[in-house]
């Protein structure tokens, strides 16, 4: 029979599958709201469904193992014996899995004493023998062996389950150069890490496979084990017996007595009630319409073909349209701009070439052409409130300005809130996020090739994908985290896309003057260093300053790394400071003038030719809701060193502008922590006033706040901000070159005057260990998972982070509202100034003629009043013609 009219019987190996699954996909952006972790079970439900359409099998079936012991540990004890103990996180989700399948229609099978992969051989045999074409899923090498004419190995790639390699007879020789049936001999020799089966010393693939392909069998290798030479040879002949047990335990059970014979596996339809409960327990909307989708056409016509066609109404197919059809088409999808459109803007080496914009069950690819009187509709829409679901708003909202078009309506970012749901990450794409929230992987091509062999799918298509992503997303934010994506970030990305197109004016002859004054102070120093040691050494060379400080001057070790001795800033200041060297300190100050010279190079590249530099304020680069800066980082600048301020010269406003503006917040995460702890001392203190430093000081060490001196000062500064980052005796020690017990009996003398700062400080963390997470005054979360982990460090490292999370994070969210705010009433009373610069608590304007007292006025107004809190926030101004001249 020629296999396209065969029955096909698909068999999967459940575990195997399950636990690649769980490792593919993130742990975290898989669980239900009472903590049932789901990566395993979303992962091998998608690729199921991804089989089912493709491979249209008429009997299915899924293997898994009861436990990991069977006949083979009775035999070797050691079977297996090195594989990690299973995560916690996956515990419980295999029966789990196995109710989500019953509910699907789809037998699971198992056998006490014996693996998955015997129950995949033995349904194997019986297929091929009673006619079927058979396709066993499974990410287990021993399962190569049941490759033959009528069975094709499925076998999962690097990716996880996503992309499956297909193994058929001639796969396998051209991938091992074996027959499938050789396979397990060529294992016995060379071993098994995973399943502990230790093999032959010395042998490898390429020795094993020579040596089967010239005696046939593993039984032929040892038949003429006494004519191969060698080291090898005499160690085939020593630990034979460990190719002869391995042999006899990687080879597969084809005659299990099984529940099920594959006649049994024929597809059942779905159980819907069942299917909606477990699925609606597993909190898996995306999957369950898809299954439901997929199973439909199937149930009621019997013919697999329907199948794949459910599958492919799914998503949605792709028009194309402009004129009057795209503007009833906008009003159709969008429910009269009541229901979100998720948009992808095209863009090519030109600018933007096209739309894609999609609802749940239709989308359309909208070709651009600017100037054409046919796309009013669009720009209309675009303009307009209807909301839109987007990822990464602010690239958005700059290419559609470049065009002269605006956007409203942001309702969702998914890169905005994928970051609010997981703060820790990084960015990731559409891709990206696609695969990690619904399991599912879009065709990429590869760059790297002339001519791809995957299609690029339609821009139109992604904006599907990207409101499948926003429907997940907006399911996990919890109530607070949304709150924060609504009234803080998504009202934040126009204002950061206004500053980044505006750009500020950078005087170049400042900067090139002040690179060429820090390359000759540089080569001064580096010239001066090697006449100390009398010859020339690579002063960026780890291994060759460890040499000449460790070796040559016999210098006191620093820390160990991976490369014998740490030679980074903080452990050669620290070497020098109790051991000080003339190389040394010529060393460190030639690391500061090349630092500083590299700063400026990246500065003098940045400017654009319209003599400005264009920074990226970057949202979710932070794991506290902090904005930073790249592209260049503009927020590490140095403040408080001469050089650091002269860079800060070349800052200036532009044409049309008669001045600099600069707006600092006094203290700010004192303040939040004097609001958070409701310590009735520094309430006080800045209530009235007072110099917050000195008035701690004066308590601390009893004394009036006049005879504080600045030693005193000093001290309870770097303490205050220490405690709120979690920093230890030791670390204030160091900090202020004291002795540890005298920053202990600090600390302690601290706490005794401003005890509701200690049991805020203490509470921060004991909440967060029962909520597993932190929250700020506005309610952004900020998980914390290490905090009950049993590794110290990581413990800690937690614990300090958790300390500080709520007051940084709450003073990032007090910046914002100020910047939205200052923006609003700048375009409200059509002022030509222009915030220019965010810097952690500094704003920077450009002002223009005449608007200095109103602008000032509004900018003092509206930080002043962004959060309304126990004490007062207090704002701080300055002007100048560049940055520098305009600090206070």
Known sequence: MPDNEKPTLLIIDGHSLAFRAFYALPVDSFSTRDGQHTNAIHGFIAMLINLLQKEKPTHLGVAFDISRYSFRTREYPEYKGTRDVTPPEFIGQIPLLEEALHAMGITTITKEDYEADDILATLATQGAEQGYRV????GDRDAIQMVNDDVTLLYPNARGVSELKRYDRDAV?????????QYPDVAALVGETSDNLIGIDKVGEK?????????????????HAGEIKGVVGDKLREQQDRAVRN???????????LSATPADLERRPIDETALRAVFGRLQFKTLLDRV?????????????????????????????LIDEELGHWLATASANGQTPLAVRIERGADGITGFGIASQTDSAWVPWAPGRPDYTALEEWLAGDAPKICYDSKADIKALRGVGIEMGGIAFDTRIAAWLL?????????????????????????????????????IATEAWYLLQVADYLADKLDESSRRVLDTIELPMVPVLATMELTGVTVNETVLSRLSGELAASAADLAEKAFAVIGREVNLGSPKQLQQVLFDELQMPKTRANKTGFSTDAASLADLQEQNPHPFLDLLLKHRDASKLRQIIETLERAVEPDHRIHTRYEQTGTSTGRISSTDPNLQNIPIRTEVGREIRTAFEYGEGFSTLLTADYSQIEMRIMAHL??????????????????????????????????????????MSYGLAY?????????????????????????????GAVRDYLRNVVAQAKIDGYTETIYGRRRPFADLNSSNRVLRDNAERAALNAPIQGSAADIMKFAMMGIATDLADRSLASRMLLQVHDELVFEVADGELDEVSAIVRHRMGSAATLTVPLDVQLGTGANWDAAAH
């Open 135 to 138: 396709l066993v899923v499974s």
């Open 173 to 181: 020789f051209e991938r091992y150069g074996i027959e499938p049936h």
């Open 207 to 223: 020795t094993a496979v020579k040596w089967i392909n010239l005696y046939g069998s593993l039984d032929g290798v040892l038949e």
């Open 247 to 257: 042999r006899k335990l990687n080879h597969l059970i084809c005659d299990v007595e």
């Open 292 to 320: 439901l989708t997929l199973s439909g056409s199937a149930v009621d016509s019997g013919d697999a073909d329907a199948v794949q066609d459910a599958a492919a109404a799914a998503i949605p197919g792709v028009r194309t």
């Open 422 to 458: 997981k703060p820790g990450s990084g960015a990731q794409d559409l891709v990206k996020q696609v695969y990690d929230f619904l399991g599912l992987t879009l065709p990429t091509p590869d760059p790297n090739q002339l001519v791809p062999d995957t299609d690029e799918i339609s």
């Open 677 to 718: 702890s409701g310590d009735a001392g520094l309430i006080t203190a800045f209530n009235e006033g007072e110099d917050l430093h000195r008035f701690v000081g004066a308590r601390i060490f009893g004394v009036q706040p006049a005879d504080v001196t600045p030693a005193m000062r000093n001290k309870v500064k770097a």
């Open 726 to 754: 979690g920093l230890s005796a030791f670390g204030l020690s160091k900090q202020l070159r004291i002795e540890t017990n005298e920053a202990k009996q600090l600390m302690t003398d601290y706490f005794a005057r401003f």
